[in-house]
């Protein structure tokens, strides 16, 4: 999102330091509170960001019954396929998940939202620099 067509000067990333899956629903609210920021800072043409893992990974239940007569029904854990609930990103250790671009002078800006979206994600996030 934002500018695809401009050549920014600095590229930020957003890295997670353990293996970890992240929800579908996590990768969203890490977009929104990264994109606000640069948008109310920077503007919408002052950045471009992109999220760079997909939820490919399938989470399932197996829901099971309860209250009276549950027994009598149920399987328990015999041919527990279950039911899909959400989907996950299965993340490697120190693999990228952000990355954005920005001019050199707002280093900061990308630092800020980068940290607002590491708020978000259930591992510890490490933001690395280049360009």
Do not use: W
Request: proline share 4%; hydrophobic share 40%; with cysteine.
């Amino acid at each position: 999102m934002g500018n695809k067509k401009k050549d920014f000067g600095l590229k930020a990333e957003l890295c997670v330091q353990n293996p970890v899956q992240i929800r579908h629903n996590v990768l969203e609210a890490a977009r929104i509170s990264a994109s606000k920021h640069l948008t109310n800072e920077l503007g919408a043409e002052n950045f471009f960001m992109k999220i760079l893992v997909y939820p490919h990974h399938v989470l399932r239940e197996n829901a099971l019954a309860t209250g009276a007569g549950a027994d009598r029904f149920q399987t328990g854990m015999r041919k527990a396929f279950g039911k899909p609930i959400s989907t996950a990103a299965q993340i490697r250790k120190n693999q990228r998940i952000i990355e954005v671009m920005v001019d050199k002078n707002k280093r900061d800006v990308a630092k800020r939202a980068l940290k607002l979206a590491s708020a978000k994600v259930p591992s510890p996030c490490v933001i690395r620099f280049s360009g």
